[in-house]
């Protein structure tokens, strides 16, 4: 039996393959993620280019948090994050221009597009009516995938952005 012979070789070709594999393995970025762990609480991340979005926890509500992957540090977005609201998901084009999310504001599900240069939201009308819930922005910003609930039913609606 040449069995015992062809055993050795087999387990040996694993090990170099597994040995292989092993190498390339993804790993988080540790400073990037070490700054994200400061940050408390973050969900929902939206990332496109050189720009993450997310949801995170601060003083005991949670806000939209857009980061320069380049320098590592916040970017402001005035006139975004209320107190009296709550965000439920985001998105982010490649510039880092726009940014779309729906928001929770006194019982109502909104979205919204905010521009940064322009500091200015602008309410996105969903019709027919509907809850959006999920998000996806094309990278030029001018196009958006949106999860909405009707009658039921989870429907995909392309809406194009001004």
Do not use: F, H, K
């Not at 393959?17 to 393995?25: K, V």
């Not at 490649?94 to 500091?119: F, H, I, K, P, Q």
């Not at 509907?130 to 922005?137: D, K, R, Y």
């Amino acid at each position: 039996m040449n069995i015992p012979v062809a055993l050795p070789a087999v387990l040996a070709g694993l090990c170099l393959l597994l040995a292989g594999c092993g190498a390339n393995m993804p790993m988080p970025l540790p400073g990037l993620n070490r700054q994200l762990q400061q940050v408390g609480s973050s969900r929902e991340p939206a990332l496109s280019d050189q720009w993450l979005a997310l949801i995170v926890g601060r003083g005991g509500r949670e806000q939209v948090l857009l980061l320069d992957l380049q320098r590592q540090l916040p970017v402001p977005l005035p006139n975004l994050n209320r107190a009296d609201s709550q965000p439920l998901s985001v998105a982010v084009d490649a510039s880092g221009e726009r940014l779309v999310l729906v928001r929770l504001l006194e019982g109502r599900t909104e979205l919204l597009l905010y521009r940064r240069s322009m500091a200015s939201l602008q309410l996105i009308p969903m019709l027919p009516p509907g809850v959006p819930q999920q998000l996806s922005l094309r990278a030029d910003g001018r196009e958006l995938a949106v999860q909405v609930g009707r009658n039921g039913l989870w429907q995909v609606d392309l809406i194009p952005l001004p």
